[in-house]
């Protein structure tokens, strides 16, 4: 059965840091492309970076340089470390397991599997 256990949302203040944590189980995260989603109240859900089988990276441009992903395949858990985070970086953020090697955030198309989130919340 997979599963996406998400952990290590909570409060900051504007320029602060948090590593998201996304452990998985059921399957083996090195065998499929992996990403996080974020969704605002209110607002579309829009994918935040991803990680391919060969360890390709991907991100939405807005946190570009301030947000990193990356996987531990030993413990079978994905990360986003997120630095220097805006107000506009509040939202609750998903992991996500996509159906195969590759994928691209555009979309949610890509993605069969779903964690429940971890809130993130940047205050000014």
């Known amino acids: 059965q997979v599963q996406l256990v998400e952990s290590g949302g909570g409060s900051v203040q504007a320029g602060g840091s948090l590593r998201l944590s996304c452990a998985a189980s059921?399957?083996?995260?090195?065998?499929?492309?992996m990403a996080w989603f974020r969704q605002a109240p209110g607002k579309e859900r829009e994918g935040v970076a991803s990680?391919?089988?060969?360890?390709?990276?991907s991100y939405l441009d807005s946190v570009k340089g301030r947000f990193t992903i990356s996987k531990d395949t030993a413990k079978n858990t994905l990360y986003l470390q997120m630095n220097s985070l805006k107000p506009e970086d509040t939202a609750m953020y998903h992991c996500?397991?996509?159906?195969?090697?590759?994928?691209?955030?555009?979309?949610?198309?890509?993605?069969?599997?779903w964690g429940q989130g971890t809130q993130v919340t940047v205050s000014s």
């Open positions: 059921g399957f083996t995260i090195s065998n499929y492309c």
């Open positions: 996500a397991r996509a159906n195969g090697y590759w994928c691209t955030i555009i979309s949610g198309a890509d993605f069969g599997y």
């Open positions: 990680i391919n089988v060969i360890g390709r990276e």
